[in-house]
Each structure stands twice: as structure tokens, then as C-alpha cells.
């Protein structure tokens, strides 16, 4: 069993009910009433956090023509970067109102910083973890920056071997408080389910020793339950109100339907683990009444000898053991017995 963390209270670790992060990212197309609408829904579906991103396009990358800073093919063909980032980042100054409707619905949100001022504005708002993105996995002074301020990380992997998983952890053990989660992640959107390969999520958790889970873009809920299958702890998918509405991240998002059925289908799935035994539950208990056991299907008299033809394993289990066949064939009836009667020891001579 790997160490737990807290964030809010909430404890994070394989010994507890797997925890869920609706990211929002810029699907509220540019409208506050939307951002507001999307915390709603996301708090609807019973999801343990609701997550931003917390970036400008100044602070992500570079207004420039070059070509490397032009996008081709997939959802955001014909961007650059900088225009990208523009349309699908969330106003800070949005942030407080939405931090606000998160708390009054009863649900953590916290976001993923691009840079130290990002960290400073998203801790002076009490944000409670910090979300290191996948991209910004290699920028060391991020995740120490991040880490200084004492609270937990979580950091997505996707790009990254393991020798830069091995640095970023690391790096936020040595500036911060060691609470870190590890999320495995592939960063195409939307990823190929053939890609998720979530057998990574516990060996993550047991090379690292901390919680880990799965950054999930592909379409569909399956890769997530199957991570929390396999011993994840948790899960972060992005979420829409309407993938018909459009946005830069819409075409791998759930509607709130979905989602909610990803939190019900991830957190069952957890349960259904459960503890290795082999004892009777007691839920089972009354089943075992139809078993099999040993029934007299034939009248036999006092001194027959009891045969295949008048002894036979039946349901239900209130007779003599199945096993106990080969014990009793050849012994003779004490008593007489009738059709339907369960064999018992005190009948065989």
C-alpha cells in the first residue's frame, strides 16, 4: 500500500476511495457565466476537485511567426501557440469568482501554474495543491518554486522517461513538503486508448512511493476505471457542458453525464477491489443453504443398501457434503427413509 497525502482534509492513497479532478481547462469559451455554469455542472457530477489552468499567453510562450511556433494537424491546426493560449486561457481575474462557486459547492479547486507568478497569485488565493502540467514537468525551477510554498503536487508524466520523472521528483521533495502525486499521462489529444498502457500508474506509485494515477485524454471513461483497477489513486479528465459547443479542449471532454459516470464507474470499481480472502461473507452466508448435498430420490428401507440410484448430490445444501458420497455408498439404511429427505449420519449404518 503506498503513503496517502491531503489536500483539503481529503486523504489521497489506495486505502481510499479513488479521487477524481474535473479539469476544466478553457472550455468556457471566453464567458464568466459559462466558467460559472462548468463549476456548477463539474460539482454536480460529485467529482473531489475541480481544476484550472492558470497561464496568459505572455506567460506560456511568444507571439512570433516562426514556424515552430505554428500548429499542424489535430484539433488546433492552423494556431500558433500564442493565439491558442490566448482564446483558451482563464482570465485571472475570473479566478476569485470561481474559486468563490467552488467553495460554496462544496468542492476543492485548485489549478496548474505556468510560472512563479502564476504560484504566487494561485497561493495568496489559498489554493490548497498546485497541478504541475506535463509540459512544464522538465522546468525544474517551476516544480521548486511550486513545491516552496508547502503544499502538495501533483505532476502529470506524459513526454517524460524516467530519469525526468526521477528529477522532477526530486526537485519537489528537496524545496517542498514530499506530498506529491505522480500522474501518468499521454499527452496527444485526444490519445489512442492502444496508447494508455495504465499498468504504468502502480508501478509509478511503487518506483516513487507516493499516490499515482492517470492524466486521462482519451474518449471515454475506460482507461480511468481500468487505472483505478490496477491500484490508481487518482483521476483527472476534462470536462464540458456541451462537446457541440466547441472549445480547445471540447473534442475529449466528458458532458456532465458522462462524468458522472466516471466518478460513480471509478469510485464502484474501487470498492469492487476490496481485501484478499477466502473466508464466507457474510452477505453470502445465505446462499450456502443452496448448495449441494446429499439427498435421498428413492424410498429406502431399514437395512437397504444405499446405491447411486437412491443417493444423489442435489440442491439444496442441507444434507451430507457432495464429498461424502463415496463414504456412505455400500452402507446400509438404519432407518427408513423417504424420497426428499436429506441424508444425515444418524441414517447410515
Not at 60 to 73: H, V
Not at 179 to 196: G, N, Q, T
Request: charged content about 25%; proline content about 5%; hydrophobic content about 40%.
Amino acid at each position: 500500500m503506498t503513503p496517502e497525502i491531503r489536500i483539503s482534509g481529503r486523504k489521497i492513497g489506495t486505502a481510499h476511495s479513488p479521487y477524481i479532478i474535473c479539469e476544466l481547462s478553457g472550455n468556457h469559451n471566453g464567458s464568466l457565466e459559462r466558467a460559472l455554469a462548468l463549476v456548477d455542472a463539474a460539482a454536480d457530477t460529485g467529482c473531489d476537485a475541480i481544476k484550472l489552468q492558470t497561464y496568459t499567453a505572455d506567460t506560456i510562450t511568444l507571439k512570433s511567426d516562426r514556424p515552430e511556433f505554428q500548429l499542424k494537424g489535430g484539433l488546433w491546426d492552423g494556431y500558433s501557440l500564442y493565439d491558442l493560449y490566448e482564446e483558451a486561457h482563464t482570465p485571472w481575474d475570473w479566478h476569485p469568482a470561481l474559486f468563490e462557486r467552488a467553495a460554496k459547492r462544496g468542492v476543492t479547486m485548485f489549478s496548474s501554474p505556468f510560472d512563479d507568478t502564476a504560484v504566487d497569485f494561485l497561493n495568496d488565493l489559498g489554493a490548497p495543491a498546485f497541478k504541475i502540467a506535463s509540459f512544464e514537468l522538465i522546468d525544474l525551477p517551476l516544480v521548486a518554486y511550486a513545491a516552496s510554498k508547502g503544499k502538495p503536487l501533483i505532476m502529470s508524466t506524459g513526454m517524460a522517461n524516467l530519469s525526468e520523472i526521477e528529477a522532477a521528483v526530486a526537485t519537489a521533495r528537496q524545496y517542498g513538503t514530499g506530498e506529491i502525486v505522480l500522474l501518468h499521462c499521454v499527452s496527444e489529444y485526444p490519445a489512442d486508448i492502444r496508447d494508455a498502457n495504465v499498468r504504468v500508474v502502480p508501478d509509478l506509485g511503487a518506483k516513487f512511493g507516493c499516490p499515482s494515477g492517470l492524466s486521462d485524454h482519451t474518449f471515454g471513461t475506460a482507461a480511468s476505471v481500468a487505472a483505478i483497477a490496477v491500484g490508481g489513486c487518482v483521476i483527472e479528465k476534462h470536462f464540458t457542458l456541451a462537446r457541440a459547443d466547441g472549445g480547445p479542449d471540447s473534442g475529449f471532454s466528458l458532458e456532465p453525464a458522462e462524468f458522472t459516470a466516471l466518478v460513480k464507474d471509478c469510485k464502484d470499481a474501487w470498492a469492487a477491489l476490496g481485501h484478499i480472502h477466502y473466508d464466507t461473507l457474510g452477505s453470502e452466508r445465505g446462499s450456502k443453504t443452496f448448495r449441494r448435498s446429499l439427498y435421498v430420490v428413492e424410498d429406502v428401507k431399514a437395512g437397504d443398501i444405499f446405491t447411486k440410484a437412491s443417493v444423489r448430490s442435489v440442491r439444496p445444501g442441507l444434507g451430507l457434503p457432495p464429498a461424502r458420497l463415496w463414504d456412505v455408498l455400500g452402507k446400509k439404511a438404519i432407518r427408513d427413509i423417504a424420497r426428499g429427505e436429506p441424508l444425515s449420519d444418524d441414517m447410515v449404518g
